[in-house]
């Protein structure tokens, strides 16, 4: 059947006689059997899944919306959130500086905000349970300070109405800080020979997160979209906000240690299997190292309201 798409990132088109279609399967238990079809962008390289789906449905039970449970997973969440406000401080956050998280899952961010004196507000396109009844009295539209989106925008079937939101929101000269897959390095291209493209599908399950991953950004695509909406890069970091020098602290580890465990995202939120961990070099091996070299695959991004 004919297919043609629309970059929602810039707007290039293509279709399936100039475009090649890559798979990708599930890395969620509902979804561990089933291949989903991507394509990249020839302008700017993102990544953009080819097929709708409905969006309401896949949430359902979703393993993210759980938040951290266990002390593995809360040391991880943990170094999310200290990078996270790292970078905003980079950018000149004040103290008591009123943050919109979109996209708070379980709201651990805003509650780590809030606990150190900001005015933190959440609100998820996705989560299903009510958000927590916030005690922070919100600026309202063009009084916020900072709005914040880590891990959303390659969520959205329309990525580019968040800088829609943001400029809303916003204050002038107020900080958007974005984190997400960067698309330019993930390869898509399966290699040559049966074995290969298998271990191929498996090595690029986590960073697709199919089909939750809608339309994920190359870094130039997403500076270019961001600029044209009005905001300035000021900073940039080009690892996941949960990569520190502490040892297992890194996402090395994190993607060992589901690649161990099938490339199931729900392994993650189970209690640790440490048979698994004492028997598998790779975790070890980037539990010590993957501070150092760490996987390669996203990018936060902070820019000013101009
Ligand atoms: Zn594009």
Same mark, same amino acid.
């Given at each position: 059947?004919?297919?043609?798409?629309?970059?929602?990132?810039?707007?290039?088109?293509?279709?399936?006689?100039?475009?090649?279609?890559?798979?990708?399967?599930?890395?969620?238990?509902?979804?561990?059997?089933?291949?989903?079809?991507?394509?990249?962008?020839?302008?700017?390289?993102?990544?953009?899944?080819?097929?709708?789906?409905?969006?309401?449905?896949?949430?359902?039970?979703?393993?993210?919306?759980?938040? /951290?449970?266990?002390?593995?997973?809360?040391?991880?969440?943990?170094?999310?959130?200290?990078?996270?406000?790292?970078?905003?401080?980079?950018?000149?956050?004040?103290?008591?500086?009123?943050?919109?998280?979109?996209?708070?899952?379980?709201?651990?961010?805003?509650?780590?905000?809030?606990?150190?004196?900001?005015?933190?507000?959440?609100?998820?396109?996705?989560?299903?349970?009510?958000?927590?009844?916030?005690?922070?009295?919100?600026?309202?539209?063009?009084?916020?300070?900072?709005?914040?989106?880590?891990?959303?925008?390659?969520?959205?079937?329309?990525?580019?109405?968040?800088?829609?939101?943001?400029?809303?929101?916003?204050?002038?000269?107020?900080?958007?800080?974005?984190?997400?897959?960067? /698309?330019?390095?993930?390869?898509?291209?399966?290699?040559?020979?049966?074995?290969?493209?298998?271990?191929?599908?498996?090595?690029?399950?986590?960073?697709?997160? /199919?089909?939750?991953?809608?339309?994920?950004?190359?870094?130039?695509?997403?500076?270019?979209?961001?600029?044209?909406?009005?905001?300035?890069?000021?900073?940039?970091?080009?690892?996941?906000?949960?990569?520190?020098?502490?040892?297992?602290?890194?996402?090395?580890?994190?993607?060992?240690?589901?690649?161990?465990?099938?490339?199931?995202?729900?392994?993650?939120?189970?209690?640790?299997?440490?048979?698994?961990?004492?028997?598998?070099?790779?975790?070890?091996?980037?539990?010590?190292?993957?501070?150092?070299?760490?996987?390669?695959?996203?990018?936060?991004?902070?820019?000013?309201?101009?």
């Amino acid at each position: 059947m004919a297919w043609t798409g629309i970059c929602a990132f810039c707007g290039a088109a293509a279709n399936d006689a100039t475009t090649p279609i890559y798979w990708s399967r599930g890395n969620v238990d509902a979804f561990a059997q089933t291949c989903f079809a991507y394509w990249r962008c020839p302008d700017c390289e993102a990544i953009l899944a080819r097929d709708r789906v409905d969006l309401s449905a896949l949430y359902t039970h979703y393993p993210i919306h759980r938040g /951290a449970s266990g002390a593995s997973l809360r040391a991880f969440y943990a170094q999310i959130h200290r990078s996270r406000l790292s970078l905003l401080r980079r950018g000149g956050l004040k103290s008591q500086a009123a943050i919109y998280d979109f996209g708070e899952g379980a709201g651990d961010f805003v509650a780590f905000l809030n606990a150190r004196g900001y005015r933190a507000v959440g609100a998820d396109p996705f989560a299903r349970s009510a958000p927590a009844p916030s005690r922070v009295d919100p600026p309202g539209d063009g009084g916020w300070d900072a709005f914040t989106a880590q891990d959303v925008i390659e969520h959205l079937e329309q990525p580019l109405t968040l800088f829609d939101t943001a400029q809303r929101l916003l204050r002038p000269g107020g900080l958007l800080a974005i984190g997400c897959p960067d /698309a330019r390095q993930i390869r898509l291209e399966p290699p040559a020979g049966r074995a290969a493209a298998a271990h191929h599908l498996e090595a690029i399950c986590m960073d697709m997160h /199919a089909p939750f991953h809608r339309a994920m950004p190359s870094f130039a695509g997403l500076c270019r979209a961001a600029q044209a909406a009005g905001f300035a890069p000021i900073a940039t970091r080009r690892h996941f906000p949960a990569d520190s020098l502490w040892p297992s602290v890194n996402t090395a580890t994190m993607i060992a240690y589901a690649r161990a465990s099938g490339n199931r995202l729900e392994a993650l939120y189970a209690p640790i299997d440490w048979g698994k961990v004492l028997t598998h070099t790779r975790i070890w091996g980037a539990a010590l190292w993957g501070g150092v070299f760490r996987h390669c695959g996203h990018m936060q991004v902070l820019f000013r309201k101009v």
